[in-house]
């Protein structure tokens, strides 16, 4: 059985799209009476940062984007992101190429053609080293959102 996905756009008060992301249609998720089709914020992660973590990396450069912008706004346990990986057969690679390849990296993030008012690479670098650390190190611990402020469109 094929999964359902469909896009979900995310606009500023004057309108101007700011990232658009798929989302998984066969989950579904209650907030109070709402009811929301899709799949959480912690699975997109959690499938975000094991990319982050591998050789993939140059290929999904966008996802350095998308675990910026939504580490700045999610409160979850690296612990629980890693239950998650393994629940849905991910793997949590060593980070090489993020720590070591610092200048293909920019280079792959640099081409991304579908993002308007893409952040600095060098800013969204210094949030995901923090944001990623527990992750490289293995650490259990909370992670919570402000880590520093999203701030899209500016360059």
Same mark, same amino acid.
């Not at 990986?85 to 792959?108: P, T």
């Given at each position: 059985?094929?999964?359902?996905?469909?896009?979900?756009?995310?606009?500023?008060?004057?309108?101007?799209?700011?990232?658009m992301m798929d989302i998984n249609m066969d989950?579904?998720?209650?907030? $109070?009476?709402?009811?929301?089709? $899709?799949?959480?914020?912690?699975?997109?992660?959690?499938?975000?940062?094991?990319?982050?973590?591998?050789?993939?990396?140059?290929?999904?450069?966008?996802?350095?984007?998308?675990?910026?912008?939504?580490?700045?706004?999610?409160?979850?346990?690296?612990?629980?992101?890693?239950?998650?990986? /393994?629940?849905? $057969?991910?793997?949590?690679?060593?980070?090489?190429?993020?720590?070591?390849?610092?200048?293909?990296?920019?280079?792959?993030? /640099?081409?991304?053609? /579908?993002?308007?008012?893409?952040?600095?690479?060098?800013?969204?670098?210094?949030?995901?080293?923090?944001?990623?650390?527990?992750?490289?190190?293995? /650490?259990?611990?909370?992670?919570?959102?402000?880590?520093?402020?999203?701030?899209? $469109?500016?360059?």
């Amino acid at each position: 059985m094929e999964s359902k996905t469909a896009g979900l756009e995310f606009f500023d008060q004057q309108g101007k799209k700011l990232f658009m992301m798929d989302i998984n249609m066969d989950a579904v998720t209650n907030y $109070g009476e709402g009811v929301i089709k $899709g799949v959480g914020v912690d699975d997109i992660l959690a499938d975000k940062i094991s990319v982050l973590s591998s050789k993939r990396i140059f290929r999904r450069a966008k996802d350095l984007v998308d675990v910026y912008a939504f580490s700045d706004c999610t409160e979850t346990t690296t612990c629980r992101l890693i239950e998650i990986m /393994n629940r849905k $057969g991910r793997v949590l690679d060593d980070y090489d190429e993020f720590i070591n390849r610092k200048s293909n990296l920019e280079h792959a993030y /640099n081409r991304l053609r /579908n993002v308007e008012g893409k952040p600095d690479f060098s800013g969204v670098y210094k949030q995901l080293e923090t944001f990623l650390k527990p992750f490289i190190e293995k /650490n259990c611990q909370p992670l919570k959102h402000g880590v520093t402020t999203v701030e899209f $469109g500016k360059r």
